[in-house]
């Protein structure tokens, strides 16, 4: 019972760095959603548990997580899918890949064995979790703090009624992101029930890297355009 309640609460916490840790990156708003993120964290909290304890069909869960921290960036939070999608892939990317070398640093201290990828409720589970948690949460408050990340993104509601382009350069590259985030969401699961960390890490990593990238690139072109703007401006002026 204790272990149960233990899995929502920290369920709760997990969920919540899922969710700011790319609002704090994308400079997205989070005090004016704060009471959706709390609700919505809660219930997804409670789908985890339902899935791994209840049903115990654990391999099922985060495919749904996926799909549901989707839907609420969509709905909830009003921001267009194409970009909730990739966004909620950095952000899984970066937590799993931060989770997978917290891991291996327990291991290393021969604090944690292979078989707690596979565990829903235990100590050594809970370690790594909080752990995760804790640092997602340092480095959100971070971002904050010092005003930085990425500012392509508009900050939401975004405007549903403009038909998105998705053939500029910009929209393939975070469609690009997105495709590999869920291919690498998809191989998570496998992976993790043929217990191989090292194929995690390694995928989260390089697909990280890459949506690192197309944002950098994002943000570089949003700097010229508006470069170039100020610059028509002047001379017409």
Known sequence: MLSNLL???IGV???LA???LPLALYMLPIKDYKYKIILFAV???LVSFLMRIVLNVPKLDLPLQYALFSMFFRLGLKIKLHWSAFILGVAISAYATMQMAIFYVYKFFDMMQIGVLKENAN???FLL???SILITYLIAALFKLYGTGFSFISAPPHDFIWREDYRTRENKMVLTSTLFSTVTISLGVILLYYL???AILLVSVFTFALS???SKRSDEEDARKALEAHRNRNKKS
């Open 129 to 131: 979790q909080g752990t």
């Open 196 to 198: 191989n960390p090292l």
């Open 43 to 45: 219930a997804i909290s």
């Open 212 to 214: 690192y990238i197309f």
């Open 13 to 15: 916490f997990d969920a």
């Open 123 to 125: 100590l050594q589970v």
């Open 18 to 20: 899922i969710l700011l």
């Open 7 to 9: 899995y929502i609460i």
